[in-house]
């Protein structure tokens, strides 16, 4: 008797330490796998299936940006986003989303090139216009990770403005550091 209970708990004791060394692997491969990023996990957008997934991260760029009160990089993620909209693939687009993207495209450019020269308080202005444009977009394209609609309260003399965000943490790009958590997720975009 006194043999069997030596075995089972040998043999507990190997499956309990296979399974952590599974888990270790498993940590220690994801840690290698994945790029380094200097944003937090919560604040990088994944890759979506929609052919706007480049304008989409680039939109996230600008938004850390004004989050951090960084004129100089949301001016960098701005120009990206010109880049990314006027290479857009259209070829694989439905004709609903040929129409929504010929119908915000223009507005899309004009405000990200506003952004580029700007301080940041205008920035900030045609950050909002820039998310009016892109959130019809992203109603017909969707993604396959949620996006959310945020919404500030306070900003522009308490007029209120809405953002597109990738976590249901509130990192508010209207304020920055002022007032970095101030908003609410109004809408869960799938």
Known sequence: ???????AFAAMLFIA????????HSAHQAETT??????PASSSLNPVSTPLKEVYAHYHHISFALAKDDAAETSNGAKALQVAIAEVDKSGMTPEQQQALATQEAALQEHAAAIVNAGIEEQ?????????????LVKVFGSDKPLYKAYCPMAFDNKGASWIS???EINNPYFGEKMLT???IQEEIK
Not at 1 to 7: A, D, E, G, I, Y
Not at 17 to 24: F, G, K, P, Q, R
Not at 34 to 39: D, H
Not at 124 to 136: C, V
């Open 182 to 184: 101030c908003g609410e």
């Open 124 to 136: 900030r202005k045609h950050y909002e216009k820039l998310g009016e444009s892109l959130y019809p």
């Open 1 to 7: 008797m006194k043999s069997v209970f030596v075995t």
């Open 17 to 24: 330490t296979a399974c952590n060394n599974s888990a270790d």
């Open 166 to 168: 990738t976590s249901k």
């Open 34 to 39: 994945e790029p380094a990023t200097e944003q």
